[in-house]
T-cell receptor, first 110, second 113 residues
Framework: GIQVEQSPPDLILQEGANSTLRCNFSDSVNNLQWFHQNPWGQLINLFY???GTKQNGRLSATTVATERYSLLYISSSQTTDSGVYFCAVGSGGSNYKLTFGKGTLLTVNP | EADIYQTPRYLVIGTGKKITLECSQT?????MYWYQQDPGMELHLIHYSYGVNSTEKGDLSSESTVSRIRTEHFPLTLESARPSHTSQYLC????????????FGEGSRLTVL
């Protein structure tokens, strides 16, 4: 099946800093989503972005499908941004089944 | 705002007990999913459903079973809980995953003693 690799595995920032999280995948995809898991365990959908660029406030994401990667940008980070960020992909006829990466644990210190 | 609900949020139970984790969504979504997640780890798909009376096993083998008798309801059952079943179970739904978003419930954290 498709492989998903996220980097870095851990990231520690001071409040106000910017960061870039990366997601590489091993095959062409027609579904890619970024999620944030808060400290209480709930997953919040950030972006549905199989290709192109989207922005939502301080967050933006870019997927370059032809090169098999996606980037999540967090600007002016806040302590509430802490948590785990997951990339999940779906491909071909199994695009309804998402495969998750191992996630990036982000800690934003005040 | 997603309207998908899981109960119980937390459950501590003894070995051998039967448990059912409830999942309901009010969005009329056809597709529903159960993922299992150990602390600090990635999510693994254990069950999914395309619609009423349709259920399939996911990529990770699980001793749990599911049913889909109504569109809005997708319960997960463990007939005899064991300590190895201790984990977080996350339910999700989507109208059509290839064109839309996956919405998650808050999760059910199960501890089997």
């Amino acid at each position: 099946g498709i492989q998903v690799e996220q980097s870095p595995p851990d990231l520690i920032l001071q409040e106000g800093a910017n960061s870039t999280l990366r997601c590489n995948f091993s095959d062409s995809v027609n579904n890619l989503q970024w999620f944030h898991q808060n400290p209480w365990g709930q997953l919040i959908n950030l972006f549905y972005i199989p290709s192109g660029t989207k922005q939502n406030g301080r967050l933006s994401a870019t997927t370059v499908a032809t090169e098999r990667y996606s980037l999540l940008y967090i600007s002016s980070s806040q302590t509430t941004d802490s948590g785990v960020y997951f990339c999940a992909v779906g491909s071909g006829g199994s695009n309804y089944k998402l495969t998750f990466g191992k996630g990036t644990l982000l800690t934003v210190n005040p | 705002e997603a309207d998908i609900y899981q109960t119980p949020r937390y459950l501590v139970i003894g070995t051998g007990k039967k448990i059912t984790l409830e999942c309901s969504q009010t969005m009329g979504h056809d597709k529903m999913y159960w993922y299992q997640q150990d602390p600090g780890m990635e999510l693994h798909l254990i069950h999914y459903s395309y619609g009423v009376n349709s259920t399939e096993k996911g990529d990770l083998s699980s001793e749990s079973t599911v049913s889909r008798i109504r569109t809005e309801h997708f319960p997960l059952t463990l007939e005899s809980a064991r300590p190895s079943h201790t984990s977080q179970y996350l339910c999700a739904s989507a109208q059509a995953v290839n064109t839309g978003e996956l919405f998650f419930g808050e999760g059910s954290r199960l501890t089997v003693l």
